[in-house]
């Protein structure tokens, strides 16, 4: 095999992939299963204001968890957790702060629904996003309560009733620094008190549970917290490409695992048993939800399905065994909001990698820290991301232009590869041996063009991921139209004139030889063109900048080169 013949093989693996990855794509956004396994992928809808979810009927509570846990004692307690109730009709109480509010009922004191008052819907620009919701067929709630009552009794769970020490919502007041809301319920001979309370500007909720044993022995209760959602869809999600949405878990030791809904539906979830350290949570694209236990304390993690499309992540801790009269405090936080790692990894170490760039992140990552500080500079997202790919592809100049000056090279010889393909005919060992001595004299190596691009080809994609995971091009304007670098372009002008950029670049390369392969790539800018309609503008940015410069060098690396050939 000669060595043009492997270009082509490149070439068409790097087409046949992205028709692969496109293909795949679709079929996870039609609900069908991924080619390369797991559940397709599945989003949140943001909306706003909905009855409560009186439709959805309770689970057995015994149904036991999706995967197996260290213990005997660690099985009980996992089927000890109340499965989803019908959550009643009560008017629930609002707590709130400037940039969250929280809805809270008195059925098992729940957070039945989080509006993030700085985030607005995907597609209705008039409202906020909603992360967590109590909607039939919309249903994401952070739950927690005691486990561990002898039989026959119960102690304060997601299911009793809360009594609330306020009447009325109670939100931040004007120069105060935090706002909360105090609830009770008493159970199994535990009284446990609930205080939320919401800072400031911060997404974080503190909780803090004072447990007292009202009765007149002792008493060893177990709290848990857990996260329930079903597979909804999010509103505004491209059919081109998807984005993980299930639970997650994270300790130092296991470090980072998300989970599929699939796994936790077929028993097979990979998930930690016990550790002294970490949290559980919801991803989906640009938010998280995540229960994150106080330090230091052993805990035990669980995943499970609740009822038909409906599952739960959790985490349970072991309160100190409590004397008649005795009271134990324990404090917890639940973070409700956007993906930005500069608040996570300050809330709990490993949460800001629910920005998954997976195996590039140490690409990635340096990439974001670029990205952000060239925002700092320029106070735009959009000249932020065109600055980016400039500050990129100059680092990478010396390999592009290698890539580029052999491409010039081949584009030089074109005529006298045309000729001995008349010459020789059909005869492909004698073309080979003489098309091998003619790169040889004129010092080209066929593969030099590609090698190049196959080095930066990690750089791109993570360049890529970052653009498309940083909830920071939500809602951030570029200019003229281009009011949202998360949302396609509304009049396609990028992808247009990305797809231009696209033709140009094709001409300015050699010919291949083959006709099937010439088709091929005058065929690939409308086919991505097509594609990048329902891309984010920020990433088809990205890409019209990245084509531009591209073509500005090869430009003139081709009339240097082009030029003396001519001269000769």
Not at 327 to 351: A, C, F, H, M
Not at 384 to 392: F, K, S
Not at 429 to 451: D, F, R, S, T
């Amino acid at each position: 095999m000669n060595s043009m013949q492997i270009q082509r093989i490149i070439l068409w693996v790097i087409f046949s992939m992205s028709l692969l990855f496109l293909w795949d794509s679709w079929q996870r956004h039609t609900g069908h299963p991924s080619m390369f396994g797991g559940n397709p992928a599945t989003q949140q809808v943001g909306g706003q204001g909905a009855s409560p979810g009186t439709n959805n009927p309770p689970a057995d509570a015994s149904v036991p968890p999706a995967a197996p846990v260290a213990s005997s004692a660690g099985r009980a307690a996992t089927e000890a957790v109340p499965a989803q109730a019908s959550v009643a009709a009560t008017k629930a109480i609002r707590l709130g702060n400037d940039v969250l509010a929280l809805d809270i009922g008195p059925m098992g004191g729940q957070i039945r629904r989080a509006e993030l008052l700085k985030h607005r819907n995907a597609d209705d620009k008039t409202r906020n996003v909603v992360l967590l919701d109590d909607r039939q067929g919309a249903i994401y709630l952070a739950q927690s309560g005691l486990i561990g009552a002898a039989a026959g009794s119960t102690f304060p769970t997601h299911r009793s009733e809360f009594t609330f020490d306020s009447a009325g919502p109670v939100e931040l007041a004007p120069g105060a620094a935090s706002a909360e809301l105090k609830m009770s319920a008493t159970s199994g001979g535990i009284r446990l008190q609930r205080t939320y309370t919401l800072e400031r500007g911060s997404y974080l909720v503190q909780i803090r549970e004072d447990i007292t044993n009202v009765g007149t022995t002792a008493l060893a209760p177990t709290m848990y917290m857990q996260l329930t959602r079903d597979e909804h869809k999010v509103a505004g999600e491209s059919r081109f490409y998807s984005t993980f949405t299930g639970p997650a878990i994270y300790t130092e030791a296991t470090k980072f695992k998300k989970i599929s809904f699939g796994d936790i539906e077929s028993g097979k979830a990979d998930q930690v048993a016990n550790a002294p350290d970490g949290w559980v949570g919801m991803i989906q694209h640009y938010f998280v939800s995540a229960w994150v236990p106080a330090k230091g304390i052993e805990r035990q993690f669980y995943t499970r399905k609740v009822d038909t499309n409906l599952y739960s992540v959790g985490v349970k801790q072991q309160v100190p065994e409590l004397a008649p009269g005795a009271t134990s405090e324990l404090s917890t936080r639940l973070y409700i909001g956007p993906q930005d790692q500069n608040v996570l990894e300050k809330v709990s170490p490993g949460l800001d990698l629910v920005v998954d760039y997976g195996w590039l992140t140490v690409v990635a990552k340096p990439i974001y820290w670029l990205l952000e500080k060239l925002h700092s500079l320029v106070g735009n997202w959009g000249w932020a991301i065109v600055l980016l790919t400039i500050v990129v592809k100059t680092m990478f100049f010396p390999l592009q232009a290698a890539s580029y000056r052999s491409m010039a090279r081949m584009k030089a010889v074109a005529p006298r590869l045309a000729t001995l393909k008349e010459r020789f005919g059909d005869d492909r060992v004698k073309l080979n041996q003489a098309m091998m001595e003619l790169y040889k004299q004129e010092k080209i190596n066929p593969l030099g063009g590609c090698l190049p691009i196959v080095v930066q080809i990690p750089v791109f994609i993570s360049l890529y991921w970052v653009l498309l995971a940083s909830v920071e091009m939500r809602n951030a304007p570029w200019l003229g139209w281009i009011h949202d670098l998360a949302a396609p372009d509304p009049y396609y002008i990028l992808p247009l004139v990305m797809a231009i950029t696209m033709f140009v670049q094709v001409k300015l390369n050699p010919t291949p030889p083959d006709p099937m392969q010439a088709k091929m790539m005058m065929l690939m800018p409308l086919v991505f063109s097509v594609m990048f309609f329902f891309f984010p503008s920020g990433l088809v940015l990205y890409w019209l900048v990245n084509n531009v410069y591209s073509i500005a060098q090869q430009w003139v690396i081709n009339r240097k080169f082009l030029g003396g050939a001519k001269k000769a």
